[in-house]
């Protein structure tokens, strides 16, 4: 891959400023206060919020918790969509901090799945990266790691660590010199205003002439709707980790530097503010 490690640096430490507060029909002993930290955009929200457990659960009879539960706005948070995708898919135009309610009753079934541990977590992501790597390389790569580099990846992700996450992570974005590029693109396309979960499907980063395929072309295949607009009025926003890249930006180098430590590249399509 080509060697831009600032940017890979500048997507793992962002951070989201969010404020939790406990939801109004909770039962407390005592006032619960609001509860401010900085959320990593790369992590997942049951991963970080031990802090935001423990504070609220001081205010809290015990009998009164069970599951914990984060939403924003009526819209349940799925833990297993990293942080920054679900900041930029559903409050990405509001004004800082990210204000997200707190639950600890009526787990919605529905809408979320259960997380009882970092296991749970851990098991999610590595399916993830394993599936990313099916698509890049045809598992060769995942497979030709030992059970500790897979650990790594995982405690370098739990535990904030850059340097010793991309020293693994770093040959799941290689390919080979004579290639140029992986055999298919990993992403996800998340539309705010539909209730598919999202668009996912087979996509190479290079045309059948030897040309890059561009973010653009991506859209144009899968969502055409987010960038050729009937009446002509760009209404949607395509976000990826906070911020609109460029339609002609090279998919490849997008894969390469913009993915989420899952290996996938989640893109949100979101309508344009109005004012």
């Given at each position: 891959?080509?060697?831009?490690?600032?940017?890979?640096?500048?997507?793992?430490?962002?951070?989201?400023?969010?404020?939790?507060?406990?939801?109004?029909?909770?039962?407390?002993?005592?006032?619960?206060?609001?509860?401010?930290?900085?959320?990593?955009?790369?992590?997942?929200?049951?991963?970080?919020?031990?802090?935001?457990?423990?504070?609220?659960?001081?205010?809290?009879?015990?009998?009164?918790?069970?599951?914990?539960?984060?939403?924003?706005?009526?819209?349940?948070?799925?833990?297993?969509y990293?942080?920054?995708?679900?900041?930029?898919?559903?409050?990405?135009?509001?004004?800082?901090?990210?204000?997200?309610?707190?639950?600890?009753?009526?787990?919605?079934?529905?809408?979320?799945?259960?997380?009882?541990?970092k296991?749970?977590?851990?098991?999610?992501?590595?399916?993830?990266?394993?599936?990313?790597?099916?698509?890049?390389?045809?598992?060769?790569?995942?497979?030709?790691?030992q059970?500790?580099?897979?650990?790594?990846?995982?405690?370098?992700?739990?535990?904030?660590?850059?340097e010793?996450?991309?020293?693994?992570?770093?040959?799941?974005?290689?390919?080979?010199?004579?290639?140029?590029?992986?055999?298919?693109?990993?992403?996800?396309?998340?539309?705010?205003?539909?209730?598919?979960?999202?668009?996912?499907?087979?996509?190479?980063?290079?045309?059948?002439?030897?040309?890059?395929?561009?973010?653009?072309?991506?859209?144009?295949?899968?969502?055409?709707?987010?960038?050729?607009?009937?009446?002509?009025?760009?209404?949607?926003?395509?976000?990826?980790?906070?911020?609109?890249?460029?339609?002609?930006?090279?998919?490849?180098?997008?894969?390469?530097?913009?993915?989420?430590?899952?290996?996938?590249?989640?893109?949100?399509?979101i309508?344009?503010?109005t004012?």
């Amino acid at each position: 891959m080509t060697d831009d490690k600032d940017v890979l640096r500048d997507v793992w430490f962002g951070r989201i400023p969010t404020c939790f507060t406990l939801y109004q029909d909770e039962i407390t002993e005592r006032e619960a206060e609001p509860y401010y930290l900085l959320l990593p955009r790369i992590s997942y929200l049951t991963l970080v919020t031990d802090k935001v457990k423990k504070h609220f659960q001081k205010v809290m009879r015990q009998e009164e918790v069970s599951e914990i539960w984060f939403e924003y706005e009526g819209t349940p948070l799925k833990w297993h969509y990293p942080i920054g995708l679900l900041f930029d898919l559903h409050a990405s135009n509001t004004a800082l901090p990210w204000s997200i309610t707190v639950h600890f009753k009526n787990f919605p079934e529905k809408d979320l799945l259960h997380c009882h541990s970092k296991d749970v977590i851990e098991a999610h992501f590595m399916a993830c990266i394993k599936e990313a790597d099916a698509l890049k390389h045809k598992s060769q790569v995942i497979n030709e790691m030992q059970k500790k580099d897979h650990k790594q990846l995982w405690m370098g992700l739990q535990n904030d660590k850059f340097e010793q996450f991309w020293a693994i992570n770093r040959k799941l974005m290689e390919y080979p010199p004579e290639d140029s590029g992986f055999r298919y693109i990993p992403f996800r396309v998340y539309q705010a205003t539909t209730e598919r979960p999202f668009i996912q499907k087979l996509f190479r980063p290079v045309a059948s002439g030897g040309q890059l395929h561009t973010l653009g072309d991506l859209l144009k295949d899968v969502c055409p709707s987010a960038i050729t607009p009937e009446d002509g009025e760009q209404k949607t926003q395509v976000m990826i980790h906070g911020i609109e890249p460029m339609l002609e930006t090279p998919i490849q180098w997008l894969s390469e530097h913009m993915s989420y430590p899952d290996n996938f590249l989640h893109i949100s399509i979101i309508p344009r503010p109005t004012d």
